[in-house]
């Protein structure tokens, strides 16, 4: 195996010489280091390099984010930006490169260390699932047996293989998607196959806690640090050692936690509420949001060095109404559960239920499916649950059709932004939208979409 090319792009004559010596001690090989955007792409030109280390700020005309475009359409390096400025506009910008990887300033070897072994994995996984990808489809996992996850539609299979790729990264995980759409199973998906499988999962919901109560629940607490901490508690970040923290809702967090929690992501280490000593802790962090974290940053409500932390991997879970095709699977699954827990021996779905379920746009995503099963499970006087047995929000709306229409509106504009702020390009749009670039042409053909 070769040894990967690093070319480092910044603007700084002090810290190309630290950064040189830290990527060469790291044991990669520096083609070059250019403070400008032209001599990093006459660099590229003559060197091309499996990665570019980018600072934003450059020398001349073209900052980091023009300069890692062009490089990208040259030689299609990983793009691994570094920044003293982890601003909203920063994140919006970046956003549309598909960086894989942020190292924010100051830094150090350590986190140098990881982010361009993780950035280079990712390269290297995404490039084999572009070049590859019918063989690779044969071979997507069934994540049933592990998590509770089930689906046989393009979405989910795609979400399958992409969960697999992550779970051997041992870099935080930023699960997007809406309300219901599964991320806790995914999260613990990633668990099951990572090599943390044997440590612990602990997963935490930050909406609606104040600061002082989840920063106890998170980092642990010592006696007397507040009214009702009438001893030593350790937190969920120590119980976690080993192993995986879920934290759900992370775009609930407040500034205080959000500042802690960076610290953790920094250097590994927690600070118990009320003591002045730190503990080391080994735990890979998977967040999840339903809301859009770099509007939470670009409204200052959330830290951008933060978010470049959390979303050093990203995953879309796809909505329940992008995976008609996994309807009656989930559905005769969720009976079967229901069906089991009431003593019923056996109860099917019949055509009426089916064609309502089709017609419904789950706004509450699989969730609400699930919800909308056990309420008929227990409606049903017979063996065959009918579309009157459902809630009567799915038994009786005739608009649902039209609500999934708009619904796929939505998702057609998305795509079509995702297209304009990747420049076309339309391996950097499926990488902004958390999907695979097979997902992405299936996508174009079901909404009329002219990619060119």
Partial sequence: MSTPRILIVEDEAVVQLHLSRIVESLGYHVTGV????????????ADPPDLALMDIRLR?????VETAHQLQELCDPAIVFLTAFADAETVARTEQVGAMGYIVKPYSSNEVRAVLATALVLRDQFRSQRATPRRRRTHRPDLAGESGMLGRSDPMKDVFTRI?????????????????????????????????????????????LTETLL??????????????????????????????????????????VQKSLLRVLEDGMVQRVGE??????????????????????????????????????????PPLRERQDDLPLLATAFLDRAAQTIGRS????????????????????VR?????????????????????????????????????????????????????????????????????????????????????
């Fill in 276 to 317: 002045t000593t730190s503990r080391s802790v080994d735990v890979r962090i998977v967040s999840a949001t339903q809301r859009d974290l770099a509007a939470e940053v670009a409204a200052e409500r959330f830290r951008a060095d933060l978010l470049f932390r959390l979303r050093a991997v990203r995953l879309m879970l």
């Fill in 34 to 45: 250019a403070a400008s955007a032209e001599k990093a792409l006459r660099l590229a030109a």
């Fill in 215 to 256: 920063g106890s629940l998170l980092f642990g607490h010592r006696r007397g640090a507040f009214t009702g901490a009438l001893d030593d508690q350790p937190g969920f970040f120590e119980a976690a050692d080993g192993g995986v923290l879920f934290l759900d809702e992370i775009a609930d967090v407040s500034g205080g």
């Fill in 60 to 64: 001349g005309k073209q900052d980091g």
């Fill in 164 to 208: 697999a790729q992550v779970a051997a990264i041992d870099w935080p995980v930023l699960l997007e998607g809406e309300t219901g759409t599964g991320k806790e199973l995914a999260a613990q998906a990633i668990h099951a196959q990572s090599p943390r499988s044997g440590g612990p999962f602990i997963a935490v919901n930050c909406a609606g």
């Fill in 346 to 365: 056996s109860l099917s779905l019949g055509p009426s239920a089916i064609a309502r379920l089709r017609a419904h746009s789950w706004p509450g995503n």
């Fill in 368 to 452: 609400e499916l699930k919800n909308a099963i056990n309420h008929a499970a227990l409606a049903c006087g017979g063996d065959t649950v009918e579309g009157g047995d459902l809630p009567p929000e799915i038994a009786a709306d005739q608009a649902s059709a039209a609500t999934g229409a708009r619904a796929g509106g939505d998702e057609r504009e998305r795509i079509v932004d995702a297209l304009a702020r990747a420049g076309g390009n339309r391996t950097l749009a499926a990488m902004m939208l958390g999907v695979s670039r097979a997902t992405l042409y299936r996508r174009f053909e079901a909404l009329g979409i002219d990619p060119e």
